[in-house]
């Protein structure tokens, strides 16, 4: 019998909010978690990005805190980056109005007056990146005095970019006992020393996901002319829901996506250049599906965190195979699967040649036109039949 939110411990109104937006059963991650958190237990989670965890530790949370005063937050969740952030809050919010909890996030590269507004009016769960959070913490905008509970998310990458030292300076600055909540990718090294210097017996919980593999994807490899690359992408993209079209460059992504758009394809760019408030739009626009492809460098797409992503084009070849399974992991999270496709001009054969040799991938290069029939379903296409190459 398959396990239900309210099974769990999720108050029947949380339950509810949650069936709205057609979330009826918890994730693995979820199903271990929910339990201890919501007994107040520290609780520490191995679970890979795009497992759930935002809800493993996000319902809790909403479930026992306290009513905030102003400027006094009463939960406070640490992520790496403004997109996380971002999309944290987003999650969460229309969950929160069901207990009419207020969740605000905090990030640099936006105005700190509206942000301060926000807390004014008495938010409970405050979503923060740390060098933000110290700025408001430095100014006296906000006190960590009523906070009693604590999320650590993606407590690696936060590692990984050099934000341990603002986060233990946060957690320092935690007056008395609270609730903390960790949730990583990996366990070890000085992630390892963050839970045994902040954690008070935490129930341990590894998710054992299987890792992101050829095998989960389809495979497309397909040789292109180079005045009818756009097109072919276009037509790709017109048959699936969610694209991410991946580029080397800044230039190519912006070039690409206005491209895509002349091809009568909603497409935006997303890059290290673009404004704070261009990013979150494509973003929020690409996760509630208003805009259909987003078109990324492989730096701009770490703070992508979208579930149901049909389709992945490399419309340039990646650089090597890590690169290759990190972009096309983007389509086969939380379980699902999905159509991954490079695209090849004919000077960038043998480098993809090398590529399908490293990934062991016995896939044929085909040529194909962007009239061709079968982009419009290249899951069911058995490429072979037409192959240029094996």
């Not at 807390?119 to 409970?124: D, P, V, W």
């Not at 946060?170 to 960790?182: D, E, N, S, V, Y």
């Not at 490399?314 to 992991?329: I, T």
Request: glycine share 6%; proline share 5%; charged share 25%.
């Amino acid at each position: 019998m398959m396990t239900t939110f309210a099974d769990l411990g999720v108050s029947a109104d949380l339950a509810a909010a949650l069936e709205a937006r057609g979330i009826t059963s918890p994730f693995p991650v979820q199903e271990l978690t929910i339990p201890d958190a919501l007994a107040g237990r520290d609780v520490c989670g191995k679970a890979k990005t795009g497992s759930g965890k935002t809800l493993a530790f996000g319902l809790p949370l909403l479930e026992t805190v306290a009513k905030a005063t102003p400027r006094r937050p009463r939960a406070l969740i640490l992520v790496p980056t403004r997109e996380l952030a971002i999309q944290v809050r987003d999650e969460l919010e229309p969950l929160a109005r069901a207990r009419s909890v207020g969740v605000s996030a905090i990030y640099g590269g936006a105005k700190m007056e509206t942000q301060i507004a926000e807390l004014e009016g008495g938010i409970e769960i405050v979503v923060a990146t740390p060098g933000r959070m110290i700025d408001m913490i430095d100014r006296k905008e906000i006190s960590l005095d009523d906070i009693s509970q604590v999320v650590l998310d993606e407590a690696d990458r936060m590692a990984d970019m050099g934000f341990l030292p603002q986060v233990e300076w946060i957690l320092r600055h935690i007056p008395g006992t609270h609730q903390t909540l960790l949730f990583s990718a990996t366990l070890d090294g000085v992630v390892d020393t963050l839970i045994k210097r902040y954690q008070t017996d935490p129930a341990m919980h590894e998710v054992v996901s299987p890792q992101v593999t050829v095998e989960q994807m389809t495979h497309r490899f397909l040789a292109v002319h180079d005045m009818d690359k756009i097109r072919v992408a276009a037509r790709i993209a017109a048959a699936a829901t969610r694209t991410i079209v991946f580029v080397r460059t800044k230039r190519a992504a912006d070039r690409v996506a206005a491209d895509l758009r002349r091809e009568g394809v909603e497409a935006a760019s997303i890059h290290g250049d673009l404004r704070q408030s261009q990013r979150e739009k494509a973003l929020a626009d690409f996760s509630s599906g208003r805009l259909a492809v987003l078109v990324a460098t492989d730096v701009a797409a770490r703070g992508i965190h979208v579930d149901d992503v049909d389709v992945v084009i490399h419309y340039d070849p990646p650089e090597d195979h890590k690169a290759y399974l990190h972009r096309s992991g983007r389509t086969a999270r939380a379980g699902e699967s999905g159509v991954v496709v490079t695209l090849v001009l004919w000077n960038e054969e043998l480098e993809v040649r090398r590529l399908l040799k490293r990934l062991k991938l016995d896939q044929p290069i085909v040529e194909v036109f962007s009239n061709n029939p079968h982009l419009a379903d290249l899951a069911e296409w058995d490429p072979r039949a037409d192959s240029i190459t094996a």
